[in-house]
């Protein structure tokens, strides 16, 4: 993998900076190759996604953060807490909050660490930190990872939200049958059909009018999510022990809760792409916007997810579903107009996290490859893009219930711990100060899953084995509980 050198210019308010231009050397008064290249370059970063423009607000970056963070999976969190307990739950929560909350102050803060340059893309500070060689192979395939892997399950989300959609409004109480029986297939390619139209949207400016009806939407089903727990009240003979039952099926459940909180906060994969679309001068740093709109995405997020986690976990114990939603079952018309909100949320989130990966690939088509830039190659990257994550949706509509999985196996490392270690080998802050002696344990804590992952893949590899059986290409399986 050739080394992708950082677009790293400091911006002024009015957007990217010009290519520069000096009299040739030859003293002829043209221009140099030199300069010819620099200008070439320039337009190259000036039509790239994340480095278009920066033009953004703070409150972009709030609602950009909510959306990116706040996914469909916040509804399957009292499922985790049924396989943690009381306990560990609210711990696991309330410390993946405050962690995930502080490395990404730190993402924010690295983003223009070197005076004049910002890092505008996750691998740019990667490189700075570990070398452009390593720091491209460290960070890389984690991104894609994550990006593809959330575009592939949101791909899942958005088609099995509007069959329940259909299904509650059609058939009501009783199953779905005969004529009236849509398979998921045909939702999932609904619902990529708007995404080969939002994909054409070139920037992450020109998606904030999506990005934000995102948000707005994933507060909204949070709400009834949580509101419609409390209306209903504990069920009888509630039981709050773990729900599983046999020491296999523990060890299974704990992991698979981990996997599912790390997968909750997967934003920090896009929040240097988010910064880099804010304007920044010497005197204003796009830090200050930056981390204001962290600040209230972050009470956003504590908005959605301790209630929805704790209230439904109240309110079932160890007899939630994966889905909230599908526990609740009633008022129909409630539970209708919640999944058609996870449907437009996620709609939203898909671009988030597919912008990174449309900026990855035109840079290889660009830079590399040598492709002229120009509406023809986004229209046929994009478009192949979309239908690649069609595709693999559909042939793995199972593919969500691997959502611990990838949340162990990338989402842990991008979340909680390449932030610090970049910290600490950029900053190199004084041995046994707050700073050092912070990352320091972060660090330690942090290699212990890392420690443990031959182990871990072992379980988890075992026990995909065992849950094969409810695996289907083109069928969906209900849950990967199989002890």
Same mark, same amino acid.
């Given at each position: #993998?050739?080394?992708?050198q950082p677009s790293?210019e400091?911006?002024t308010?009015q957007g990217p900076?010009?290519a520069?231009?000096?009299?040739?050397?030859?003293?002829g008064?043209g221009?140099?190759a030199?300069?010819?290249?620099k200008?070439?370059a320039?337009?190259?970063d000036?039509?790239l996604p994340?480095?278009?423009?920066?033009?953004?607000?703070w409150? %972009?970056?709030?609602?950009?953060?909510?959306?990116?963070?706040v996914g469909?999976?916040?509804l399957?969190? /009292?499922?985790?807490?049924?396989?943690?307990?009381?306990?560990?739950?609210?711990?696991?929560?309330?410390?993946?909050?405050?962690?995930?909350l502080?490395?990404?102050?730190?993402?924010?803060?690295?983003h223009e660490?070197?005076?004049?340059?910002?890092f505008?893309?996750y *691998?740019?500070?990667?490189q *700075?930190a570990?070398?452009?060689?390593?720091?491209l192979?460290?960070?890389v /395939?984690?991104?894609?990872?994550?990006?593809?892997g959330?575009?592939?399950v949101y #791909?899942v989300t958005?088609g099995t939200s509007?069959?329940?959609? *259909?299904?509650?409004?059609?058939?009501?109480?009783?199953?779905?049958?005969?004529?009236?029986k849509?398979?998921?297939? %045909?939702?999932?390619?609904?619902?990529a059909?708007c *995404?080969?139209v939002?994909?054409?949207?070139?920037?992450?400016?020109s998606?904030?009018?999506?990005?934000l009806?995102a948000?707005?939407?994933?507060?909204?089903?949070?709400t009834i999510?949580?509101?419609?727990?409390?209306?209903?009240?504990?069920? /009888?003979?509630?039981d709050y022990g773990?729900?599983?039952?046999?020491?296999?099926g523990k060890?299974?459940?704990f992991l698979g809760?981990?996997?599912t909180?790390?997968f909750?906060y997967?934003?920090?994969?896009?929040?240097l792409?988010?910064?880099?679309?804010?304007?920044?001068?010497?005197?204003? /740093?796009s830090?200050k916007? #930056?981390?204001?709109?962290v600040?209230?995405?972050?009470?956003?997020?504590?908005l959605?997810?301790?209630?929805?986690?704790?209230?439904?976990?109240w309110?079932?114990?160890?007899s939630?579903?994966g889905?909230?939603?599908v526990?609740?079952?009633?008022?129909?018309?409630?539970?209708?107009?919640?999944?058609m909100m996870?449907v437009i949320?996620?709609i939203?989130?898909y671009?988030i996290?597919?912008?990174?990966v449309?900026?990855?690939?035109?840079?290889v088509l660009?830079?590399?490859?040598?492709f002229?830039?120009?509406?023809?190659?986004?229209?046929?990257?994009?478009?192949?893009?979309?239908? =690649?994550t069609?595709f693999i949706a559909?042939?793995?509509p199972?593919?969500?219930?691997?959502?611990s999985?990838?949340g162990g196996?990338? =989402?842990?490392?991008t979340?909680y711990?390449?932030p610090?270690i970049?910290?600490?080998?950029i900053?190199?802050p004084?041995?046994?100060?707050?700073?050092?002696?912070?990352?320091?344990?972060?660090?330690?804590?942090?290699?212990?899953?890392?420690?443990c992952?031959?182990?871990?893949a072992?379980l988890?590899?075992s026990?995909?084995l065992?849950c094969s059986?409810s695996?289907m290409?083109?069928?969906s399986?209900?849950?990967?509980e199989?002890?």
């Amino acid at each position: #993998m050739a080394a992708v050198q950082p677009s790293v210019e400091m911006t002024t308010q009015q957007g990217p900076p010009a290519a520069s231009y000096s009299p040739a050397r030859d003293g002829g008064g043209g221009r140099s190759a030199e300069d010819e290249e620099k200008e070439k370059a320039a337009a190259i970063d000036n039509w790239l996604p994340i480095s278009a423009t920066r033009n953004a607000k703070w409150w %972009y970056s709030a609602f950009h953060n909510v959306t990116a963070m706040v996914g469909a999976g916040v509804l399957g969190l /009292p499922y985790a807490m049924s396989q943690l307990g009381w306990g560990a739950g609210i711990t696991i929560m309330l410390l993946s909050w405050v962690i995930t909350l502080y490395t990404l102050w730190q993402m924010v803060e690295m983003h223009e660490m070197v005076p004049g340059k910002r890092f505008d893309r996750y *691998h740019e500070l990667g490189q *700075h930190a570990f070398g452009d060689r390593l720091g491209l192979w460290i960070v890389v /395939p984690q991104q894609l990872v994550v990006e593809v892997g959330v575009n592939i399950v949101y #791909m899942v989300t958005g088609g099995t939200s509007l069959q329940k959609f *259909h299904d509650v409004l059609v058939c009501g109480d009783a199953a779905c049958e005969g004529g009236r029986k849509i398979r998921l297939t %045909y939702f999932i390619m609904i619902f990529a059909s708007c *995404h080969f139209v939002l994909a054409q949207l070139p920037n992450f400016d020109s998606i904030s009018g999506v990005s934000l009806a995102a948000a707005v939407m994933s507060l909204s089903y949070s709400t009834i999510a949580w509101g419609a727990s409390v209306s209903k009240g504990r069920v /009888p003979d509630v039981d709050y022990g773990l729900r599983a039952t046999t020491p296999p099926g523990k060890v299974f459940g704990f992991l698979g809760a981990l996997g599912t909180v790390a997968f909750a906060y997967a934003g920090h994969n896009v929040v240097l792409e988010i910064q880099a679309t804010i304007p920044s001068t010497p005197e204003k /740093p796009s830090k200050k916007p #930056m981390w204001k709109g962290v600040v209230v995405a972050y009470l956003v997020v504590a908005l959605c997810y301790f209630p929805v986690s704790f209230v439904g976990y109240w309110a079932f114990g160890d007899s939630v579903d994966g889905d909230i939603l599908v526990t609740l079952n009633r008022p129909r018309w409630l539970i209708a107009l919640a999944n058609m909100m996870v449907v437009i949320h996620v709609i939203g989130s898909y671009q988030i996290y597919a912008m990174p990966v449309f900026d990855m690939i035109e840079t290889v088509l660009v830079k590399k490859l040598r492709f002229p830039p120009g509406l023809t190659l986004r229209l046929i990257a994009r478009t192949v893009y979309v239908a =690649f994550t069609m595709f693999i949706a559909i042939t793995f509509p199972f593919f969500d219930g691997l959502l611990s999985f990838f949340g162990g196996f990338a =989402f842990a490392p991008t979340t909680y711990f390449l932030p610090c270690i970049m910290w600490l080998a950029i900053y190199k802050p004084k041995r046994f100060s707050l700073s050092w002696f912070t990352n320091w344990v972060r660090r330690r804590a942090n290699q212990i899953p890392h420690q443990c992952n031959p182990t871990a893949a072992y379980l988890i590899n075992s026990n995909l084995l065992v849950c094969s059986s409810s695996f289907m290409f083109f069928r969906s399986a209900s849950s990967l509980e199989c002890f």
